[in-house]
């Protein structure tokens, strides 16, 4: 299958600075990626989708201008955490959708994960 | 109600038994239908694509019944590495895409 990478795989950093997660597709052409973040014992929420050369999409109660997306290519997308504060502690984890050999362009490949820890 | 419901669980079933659990959607427009395995920290995986003429993975097959909207997935001879969170995903026609909560499956030896 499709295979998505996600960099880096866990992040320990400071109230108010600013984090960077790659989110790229290694073997097919990602037409849209997706952001996920997930507590504890809960399920994905999905945070926004971005298709590429175009803004990204937001879901209600996301923050655009917290939650930084972009998807220059068509193998990288990129979520920045700006300003991160303790509560944006999660698990962040993207997704890929795209044309792969035979495969369907609804199935969605995930990445696996960041774990972000604020202090 | 939510747009994609699932029974959380957990299912606590003996090694070798057969397990089912439904996935409900209530958008009729919805149009692909998938079952996700996630370990726990873990990235969810695609398990398979539910068609709706039903399909069969090895010990998994996957059910789509459109009328009552719901799908099925069947694990058959279970076994303790089938321990996981199964999500059910929902692709609506607005390319939307929805997950349900999950069902957790503990395979006890």
Redesign the interface.
């Known amino acids: ?1 499709a295979v998505v990478s996600q960099h880096p795989s866990r992040v320990i950093c400071k109230s108010g600075t600013s984090v960077k997660i790659e989110c790229r597709s290694l073997d097919f052409q990602a037409t ?1 990626m ?1 952001w996920y973040r997930q507590f504890p014992k ?3 929420m ?1 945070m926004a ?1 971005s298709n590429e050369g175009s803004k990204a999409t937001y879901e209600q109660g996301v923050e655009k201008d917290k939650f930084l997306i972009n998807h220059a290519s068509l193998t990288l997308s990129t979520l920045t955490v700006t300003s991160a504060h303790p509560e944006d502690s999660s ?1 962040y ?1 993207c997704s890929a959708s795209g044309t792969s050999g035979g495969e ?1 362009g ?8 960041t ?1 972000l820890t604020v202090l | 109600r939510k747009e994609v419901e699932q029974d959380p669980g957990p299912f606590n079933v003996p090694e070798g038994a057969t397990v089912a659990f439904n996935c409900t959607y209530s958008n009729s427009a919805s ?2 239908f ?1 079952w ?1 395995r996630q370990d726990c ?6 398990l398979m ?1 539910v068609y709706s003429s039903g399909n069969e993975d090895g010990r998994f097959t996957a059910q789509l019944n459109r009328a009552s909207q719901y799908i099925s997935l069947l694990i058959r001879d279970s076994k303790l590495s089938d321990s996981a969170t199964y ?1 059910c ?1 929902v ?1 609506r026609r607005d ?1 939307k ?1 929805i ?4 069902t957790r499956l503990h395979i006890l030896p």
């Open positions: 299958g849209t997706f809960q399920s994905l999905l989708t698990f984890i369907s609804d199935t969605q490949y995930f990445g696996p994960g774990r | 149009q692909s998938f996700y920290r873990k990235e969810p995986k695609l694509s999500l995903v692709n390319d895409i997950f349900g909560k999950g």
